[in-house]
């Protein structure tokens, strides 16, 4: 009796075991297409599909993709595209993270008349597709004539991001005992240095959250990259798109793996380095 | 009052006039940061509230490659109903919203209740899940289309194979290179709702699952009996975000299919952005793009007032 019910135990185990790594192969085998394709040479790979294994290692696609292949008329690689990105990435992800902290802090620390509208509104920007804001962007950075570079996108990801900072810190701070804010205020203590000695010293865990979903979000970000830069300006998500929209010259795929995976890299990183983080503003900004 | 109070002890002038000027500052600065906040929320409701209504008035405009504030009336919802582009987009998204929907939530919840079993390398096999997440759309698009097109990738290797007559060319099929789309979103989204339905499956009483146990029902029917139901709050919310990303769907059939072959892949945000900056049109776009957000709308408005009237009952019961 005993031994049939370990039996069946452990069958059952094995099934288990073998459907979660299915799975896994599942979820796993595109980042395998483009790591083993990055060292395949293009005849080897047109010969057998994108699906095998590399018969000799070909390192020169990687410093090709960094360095030197041509894309939409100018070969510089992917580099320049990359650290476009890190130029737009770095500053809009600081500044919205401040100002966001700063909203939340006033929306829920400071509240007024009308502050829960205001946070409604926030959330309605949260959840309005980018479509609806394209068009007024557009004439706006013709107007401030910064429609093709990176200072107009820039723009458009602190204010668009100011509302999932916002939304982010606010319902942090709303958790803060609103006594410690009193007796801070019963002890002269004003504004901004409520901000900075007491609410700033608490928000570390939701400031990382923030920085990281800012960092991703606009990193991936593609549809304001693409509309509002050009050529030489363009973000690497916008630049990859070029890439392969470039039908002039045959696929090189073992190339373009190898930009895909330079272009995937940072956010793969922050994933792999803080996940907890990462799933925490992934449940906090599901709403988009 | 308090300055003038405090001046009247300050025995030595300098010092007086360096307090006053000190408060001064303080004072100045609390107002100014102050300000400063109040006008960087300000500037995003102005954001939000004017780009929304900008839109919304673009759309009743002539405007094509520059805004022409010309009232046109509702002349660009009406072309756009009868549009036979707009009727395909929205046919494709009910195939791709649905399937995707389905999909998405059956595979998260298979793994969410696999990993829940106690399992050992848990931490690794949720990082695998959930991994792509991390990607952009583009990346995911890019490397999809080339596993799924027919000369290079799965069929291609399956003939190399040796298996002559193998197809399998969803991509370039009319009727199938929708599910091309559905097969990248599922792989993109399921360890997603796979987190969030495990975690719900988490923060359940264990006393629960002793009950179930107890009441010697097997692990199955344990789950699609008592777990399942017990964080079907959960369940909807996940659907609900699901939806929400099936509707603003655009990137990733960009990448992907670039919306073809013809329009057989095309989604309404894809044609939002053909009409703005493809065929010039702000006001035929805009138009689209209202017609979108109404779309979402009418989504999540019944489910945020169902959510408020259940939150106020929790506080009336408390």
Redesign the interface.
Known sequence: MDRTLSAGYLGRRFVLYAVLVAFAAFFLIPLAVVVINSFRTLEEITQTSVLGIPRAMRWDNWAQAWGSYCLAGSCTGIRPYMWNSVALVVPATIISTLFGAMNGYLLSLWRFKGSNFIFGVVTFGVFLPAQMKLVPWAITLRELSLSNGLSGLILIHVVQGMCFTTLFCRNYYVNVPADLIKAAKVDGADFLQIFCRIVLPLSPPILIVTVIWQFTNIWNEFLYAITFSEGSHRPVTAALMAFSANIAQAREYGIESAAVLLAALPTLLVYLFGGKYFLRGLTAGAVK | MSLLQDSGFDAVPGHRRAAVRRRWM?RA??QL??SF??L??A???I??????L??MW?SVTE?TLL?NYGYVGFKHYQRLLQARVWQVAYVNLAIYGTSFIALTGV?GM??AI??D?K?RAENV?R??????????????G??????LNPS???Q??AR?LGWVNFRFDWLIDRDMAIYTVVIAAV?QA???AM??FL?GLRSLDNDLYKAAQIDGASASRMYVRILVPAIWPIVI?VLI?LL?VA??T??LV??LTAGGPGIATTLP?NV??DY??QRGS?GA??A???M??AS?LIV?LPYAAIQKIRSRKRVDHG
Not at chain 2, 47 to 52: A, D, I, L, S
Not at chain 2, 127 to 140: C, D, G, K, Q
Not at chain 2, 142 to 147: L, N, P, Q
């Open positions: 303080a600065l609390e940061s102050k906040a109040y960087v929320l500037s995003v409701v954001y939000v509230v004017g780009f929304t900008w839109t673009i405007s805004p595979v298979i793994l696999l990993i079993q399992i096999l990082t695998i899940y959930l991994y792509p997440m991390a990607l952009s759309f583009v990346i995911t890019t490397v999809w289309a080339w596993i290079i990738g799965v291609h290797l190399t792989w399921s360890g997603f987190a969030l975690a919310a975000i929400q509707l603003k655009y990137d960009r990448a945000a939002v952005y703005m900056f702000m776009g805009s689209a793009a209202v979108l957000l979402l999540i």
